[in-house]
């Protein structure tokens, strides 16, 4: 390749190719190029992932998914968890992280098995009394609700909440409320 590049710059230079004021300059040549080899790369394989088992004495911990809505029966009281989300503005490069800290426990919710609630809503200072509608999917709606929206209402986890709350975009947590005979709650 050098010489087939020396001879073009050469046939160049006598062909009146390359102006005359090019003419007197030297040809540059590199000197001194190191080449490096490649050293051997250790491959590292993974080990074998290998299923767990459950011993076959034990219950399954994976609930039922029943249609039922007995959880649903019940006093709960309500909040807005906090939450967190980012925005990324990829013209500016930059990241915003919003936060929100959710809400205390203020307003509360009563579901009746027949077909009534009673929802004590902190939002607009309203007691709303109305229908609720079985989905499905072991959810139920609660109609003309907080809003004069339909919300529904699913099982939550048991572990943080009894139930979540949702009109699609705003959702509650609930967790129920237990009262022993006779105590009135502390305000």
């Known amino acids: 390749m050098k010489k087939n590049m020396l001879s073009v710059l050469t046939l160049?230079?006598?062909g009146g190719l390359i102006p005359v004021q090019a003419k007197g300059l030297e040809v540059y040549q590199a000197q001194n190029i190191d080449i490096v080899q490649a050293q051997d790369?250790?491959?590292?394989?993974?080990?074998?992932?290998?299923?767990?088992?459950?011993?076959?004495?034990?219950?399954?911990?994976?609930?039922?998914?029943?249609?039922?809505?007995?959880?649903?029966?019940?006093?709960?009281?309500?909040?807005?968890?906090?939450?967190?989300?980012?925005?990324?503005?990829?013209?500016?490069?930059?990241?915003?992280?919003?936060t929100s800290t959710g809400t205390l426990p203020k307003s509360a919710l009563t579901v009746n098995k027949d077909g009534?609630?009673?929802?004590n809503s902190a939002w607009d200072?309203?007691?709303i009394k109305g229908k609720w509608k079985k989905n499905n999917d072991g959810t139920i709606n609660l109609l003309k609700g907080q809003e004069g929206k339909?919300?529904?209402?699913?099982?939550?986890?048991?572990?943080y909440e009894d139930i979540f709350l949702m009109d699609g975009s705003i959702w509650y947590s609930g967790k129920t409320v237990t009262l022993k005979k006779g105590k009135v709650p502390k305000k």
């Open 116 to 119: 009534t609630y009673v929802w």
């Open 125 to 127: 200072g309203k007691i």
């Open 150 to 159: 339909t919300w529904t209402l699913s099982k939550g986890d048991g572990k």
């Open 41 to 98: 790369i250790e491959i590292v394989h993974a080990e074998d992932v290998k299923p767990v088992i459950p011993p076959k004495n034990k219950p399954s911990t994976v609930p039922s998914k029943s249609n039922s809505v007995d959880y649903a029966f019940r006093t709960f009281i309500l909040w807005v968890p906090g939450t967190s989300y980012s925005f990324d503005n990829y013209a500016a490069g930059t990241r915003t992280l919003y």
């Open 12 to 14: 160049a230079l006598l």
